[in-house]
């Protein structure tokens, strides 16, 4: 059974970083794609950076292009998203998910339907 189970989230200051963690279980890890997407209050859930199943094709989406990194540990099944100088609208619930597909990343992340697994999402607030 898919398991994923996100981290770091927290309350943090105008131009500060956070680190989230998404701990993977249950399937095999390094043959499936992962994406981070967020859903801020009264917005849909968009999708922020994708990663293919080998780490190497990554996407941002332009509003965190810059300022976040996506990375895998596939001996750790473990994907994270490094977040620095955060604005406030980057506050949102973070979800990690995960898909077999070897589709590009970019459509990957084009869509939350495209991704079968989700974790329970951890909260992510930047304000001063």
């Known amino acids: 059974q898919v398991q994923l189970v996100e981290s770091g989230g927290g309350l943090v200051q105008p131009g500060g970083s956070l680190r989230l963690s998404c701990a993977a279980s249950?399937?095999?890890?390094?043959?499936?794609?992962i994406g981070w997407f967020r859903r801020a209050p009264g917005k849909e859930r968009e999708g922020v950076s994708c990663i293919s199943s080998v780490e190497g094709p990554t996407y941002y989406a332009k509003s965190v292009k810059g300022r976040f990194t996506i990375s895998r540990d596939n001996a750790k099944k473990r994907v994270y998203l490094q977040m620095n100088n955060l604005k406030p609208e980057d506050t949102a619930v973070y979800y990690c998910a995960a898909d077999p597909k070897t589709w590009s990343v970019q459509v990957m992340c084009d869509n939350p339907r495209h991704f079968a697994s989700w974790g329970q999402g951890t909260q992510v607030t930047v304000s001063s």
């Open positions: 249950g399937f095999t890890f390094d043959r499936y794609a």
